[in-house]
């Protein structure tokens, strides 16, 4: 493997150094066909490094980003994807009309697609596998699907989709995992062996190491330029950068410590690319129980937190400040950093006034890097203001899931809530573990879903507002999509806001 | 041929045993003296003094190099690596001090209760010392961590209890030494109490050999602490530890190798010298060797 | 000899069931439900209490414990709860690949350690023999993981010879599989053999104060004669036993190593597991490792009697 970043460093220069190092580097090639630019599509292969490997491939029966990070539009497609810039797109679906009322969805499909069981793709398996989801699927996610009253297919290439009311989020999530589309006889062993319709189709899955996908040789769209794309999985983001530096892989998926860049950012093997994600770290607060209960206490944290400084610390300065649960490539983001500027003086005085220093506030974080990092972080700071903290470290899902996410008994937490247009899910629902219930953004949502797009960005924009100025938490910053990659990978998904690690676009120049 | 008592370390290291040379015993004395002085020393100071507060965050000055205003330089958080360094050997002492307390206080008894006990008692309690000796030190700690959240105190009873079949094993056959000297012979004739033998004739002949002992578990568990710290269930931040920072100074290991340097070099001293202060003492005390000097 | 053997067997067996025990209790005390983890954050409790009833563990805690054991006499490991795969298998894969990496630094540090202790032991009034006694503390001293790194940065970063990490199966590749062995089982045996070492040294350093010995040399052998016609043997016991004990624990003490080298071993298992609550995974890999211990245990106690037929009689 050696020879592949050998074989990429190659690539980017096609000068007479070529000559020079290629005779030097023959002996170590294996594969010397794979050589600069003019790698024959099929023969060539890759491997990502990512982190957290996905315990199961069912996505329909296990949570978890790693899943659809693997599968998603690479093994299993869906009617409509999302594109870099969050648009949805046509993808076995090539176009969709909706009705006046917005209730009737008509998607006309590809008639090319086959499933890698040689089964060729139908509405009919369309019709099986959103009613699927409302039946056999066990996450939570599936009740985005409540919505459909009714799918049905019109002829094999033309399927009708009827929803209970009109929703605007319903297509959206028709390009998450949820929008997945399955065969009727192809779901015997969803954990181990998935099949779809996608460029890739399932090679092994070493367990504890790699999941390897190979180029799908019958699909329907433009064939991918790798053969095999391996995604090897690291639990340590060190382990991680000296794969790349030593030619194990060719790109880091996700940096996980950010720190690290440096050592690629100057290196002319390696392209840094920096895009953005729906990740928002949100500072959480317990809404409904003393003294997060009090709108000056929480006014109190916002002030005090230095967000510049904080992501210059603890994401050594990649990333981007919100204002709100909204990332800037949601249609309805709004520059809110403004309503609580870092003003450590109006912090302190509402701390005063409040006597909340007399109660020490347990932030209580999961054992993930953003959030043990950040926690120090925002300890320190809230101390500067007068805050009594105790930090708290729970292992990261188990005992975090179920002490400050089902029995909410915390005060504070930190994480990143990565999932797409997720406002709704953190600050909608009274029961969630931010237990924030404000009537004016439930109606809002609620106003949003049922709207027209322009009606939709207007109350969402109006959501966003409301819960920033009554400080439902505190909104750090949104994660950035980090990518090191050798140079001359091209393709890479620059910006993680879709569920998928998106595959389908990778090529060598 | 006496049988070597296998202990068990964090990373499973057995601890060692075996003196050094007689001629250097009072070398290693002198120098693991100084070096766990060294450590003690730091903490000491630590709780008067340090040149800024270690969990302060202060993005201005953060990753800087080694000057006269910050000694070792600042981490990523801007916090200042040699006031960390000093409150961390409290940690380390703590460390030590937990995982050996817990052992001798459980194993110190136990140890002379399975010497004096008779057979049909003692047998028993070894096999099930045996047993714990099948759950290695690292397993316990995870274990336990897992069960009562992730701290300092809980991963050091887990090392602690881990420990405690080797201790037992020591302080029983320093014990079944003691107990056969004429003197408790003779105390035992005159009718002296079992509880009065242990405590006035076998616990203090026996001291010797458990504080050789508490040397070297003191030094396993601060590298159990640096294991765990390294698998994130050691100390939890913000506390300083020393386990914490080398492994919080992994992503930044080719731009600031600093961050690892002085971390690395202070938990290698705190083990050099407790072992070195461990092997000082057995050869002072050990009475094998004494007979041949 | 052989009532020995068979009272030896006894007590494996006794202790091996009262691991089960401990090991279940202490399962059922682990916070965190298996069920909310597989679901995820946003799962309904009548979902989570549903997934709970499809894992059994709405039953009592005897009658679960009683399945797994009886799944155990039967050697079924059971279904992981988490990834649905069956968990023998996967114990099995994962126990290879440790073992390579265990055996392999054991058989480094026996390398190193048994010359250089000996070499240790005979010299060890001189300046060479102290210097060595010296290098070995510093060895001790050292964290496994940072000789792991330290040996990365050096040979797989600074001079590129071998690869940072990674796992290959010897059957796939055998050349890739030894190139991504040898700085990890390095790492894992020098810090061994620092260990080991001074336990050959001690073993050597007793054998040569015995009267045997002290015969010997008076009949005009070497020192280094007198230790390999007589010596040997019994220095031998001690250094047995910790090597076997060295070779069980470092079934889990290797996971430092292999977090630091990505290499899929139990150890990796373990803590994959207990993060997501597949108590049934981590019951059982907990149950192998202490197998691991027991059994041994139990070879090295046959050992000294095949060693030392002393041992027969005296009673320790």
Known sequence: MKSTRFVAALGAALTAALVAACSAGSSTNPNPSASGGGAAPGSDKLTVGLVAEPVSLDFTTNDGAAIPQALLYNVYETLVKLDQNGDIKPALATSWKVSSDRKTYTFDLTDKAKFTNGQPFTAKDAVFSIDRVKKDWTTSLKSAMDVVADAKAVSDTQLQVTLKQPSNSWLYKMTTRIGAMMAPDGIADLATKPVGTGPYEFGT????????????????????????????????????????????????????????????????????????????????????????NNLKVRQAVRYAINHKALMDTCWAGYGTLIGSMVPPTDPWYEDLTGLYPYDLAKAKQLVQETGVANTTLRLRIPTLPYAVSCGQVVKSDLEQAGFKVALDQLEFPAAWLTTVFKNADYDMSIVAHVEPRDLGAVFGNPQYYTRYDNKQVQQDLAKADTGTPQEQITYMKAAAKTLSEDAAADFLFLLPNLIVADKGITGLPKNAISESFDLSQLGRS | MSRIDPGIGAAGEPLPVGGLPRRRAGASLLVGAVLVGLVVAAALVSFVWTPYDPTLVDASSRLQTMSARHLFGTDKFGRDVFSQILVGARTTLFVGIVAVGVAGVIAVPLGIVAAMAPRWFAEPLMRLLDLLLAFPALLLAIMFSAVYGGSTLVAMIAIGIASIPSFVRVVRSGSLQVLSTEYVLAARAAGRRPVAIGWRHVLPNVSSLVIVQASVAFAIAILAEAALSFLGYGTPPPVPSWGRMLQESQEMLFTAPRLAVFPGVAIAVAVLGFNLLGDGLRDRYDPKLEDRR | MLLRILRRTGILLASLVASTVLVFAFMAVLPGDPARVALGVNASDEAVGQLRREFGLDRPLAAQYLSWIGGLARFDLGTSYISHAPIGPQIADRLMVTLWLVVTAMVIALVVAVPLGTVMAMRHRRPSGVLLSALSQVGVAVPAFLAGILLITVFAIGLGWLPANGWTPPDQDPVMFVKQLTLPALSLGIVQAAVLTRYVRSAILDVMREDYIRTARAKGLTPTQALRRHGMRNASIPVITVLGLQLATLLIGAVVVERVFVIPGLGSLLLDAVSNRDLIVVQDVVMVLVLAVLVVNFVVDLLYLVIDPRLQVSSR
């Open chain 1, 205 to 292: 899955w070493n367990r504890g190491d790699s999941i390897s996908l190979k180029a799908n040789p019958n699909y329907w769209g433009p064939k991918p330029h790798f053969g095999e794309v391996v995604l090897k999985y690291f639990k340590d983001a060190t382990a991680l950068n000296n794969a790349l530096l030593t030619g194990t892989i060719n790109v880091i998926g996700t940096v996980q410590a950010p720190e690290s860049l440096k050592q690629f950012e100057g290196n002319s093997k390696y392209q840094v690319i920096e895009g953005t994600t729906n990740g928002e770290v949100v500072l959480s607060f317990n809404n409904v129980k003393a003294p997060m």
